[in-house]
């Protein structure tokens, strides 16, 4: 008994240092300047991706809190050396912020990943080339990466942000306008809760429903879940897919059902242009 009550007074002993020491980090993270960090924030990140990346606004932080965040203005991620502009993302806010408790154990876990004002560019160059393998710069389409070590994101929120996608064979562009996105997992293997507010080529686009696990997304499963609601101009339907992340191209398969189908408005948008509507 009285061996128990040492061993209870030791780990309240223990507990009160990890404390005190977090308090510590915390306050002297509090008083540095972390634009002065700006370059070596953004070499970590080129080391990470083969992107150059610029940081041209200011930084800011948030560290009193168990989930301390920073904030980055006027971000942007170079494309590659054939791309058809010089970055593949710029931003005009970019927020992270970082669970504190699982850096003791060396555990980094993303609570909140917060993305604003982007403009994305995804684009090919007709020879199997693509701009968002970013580990290569652009190589040619590889196996899936195995990315289990990568930090777990609970939350992810994109909203004023632009996703252009440019086909190098065709010159095609396509064009979706986000309102809002948020996805949310609490965990690995748990599932992600999607809902999107955007625009297609013009066409109101809205989706409520969830995906498969970050960890099954990373690990190039051969059944990887889709379950959405969509609505897509007139069209209201439901999509359950599943898709093969396996090879160097995803294979998807699956149904679409509906009570509403407005087939020429999806293809004559999906072909670049809307058919124009009887008044």
Known sequence: RRSMKYAKRIL?????VIVLVVAAAIVIASSIDINGYKDAI???IEAATGRKVTIAGKLEKSVLTFSPAIVAHDVSLANVSWGSRPNM?????VEVSVDLMPLLTGTIRIRRFVLVGAD???ETDGKGH???NLASGGAKAAAPA???GLPRIAEVTVRGTTLTFRDGRTKLM???KIDEIEARSPGRNSPISLSTKADYQGVPLTTAGTLGSIAALTSGTKAYPVDLKVRFGESDVAVKLNADLSGPAPLVTGTVTGKELD???VTSTVRGGRKKQAT
């Open 12 to 16: 309240l002993g223990l507990a009160a």
């Open 42 to 44: 953004a070499a970590e």
């Open 89 to 93: 993302i710029t931003a005009k806010r």
């Open 120 to 122: 994305i560019l995804l």
């Open 130 to 132: 693509f701009n968002w």
């Open 146 to 148: 195995r990315a289990g």
């Open 174 to 176: 396509s064009v979706v």
């Open 263 to 265: 087939i020429d408005q």
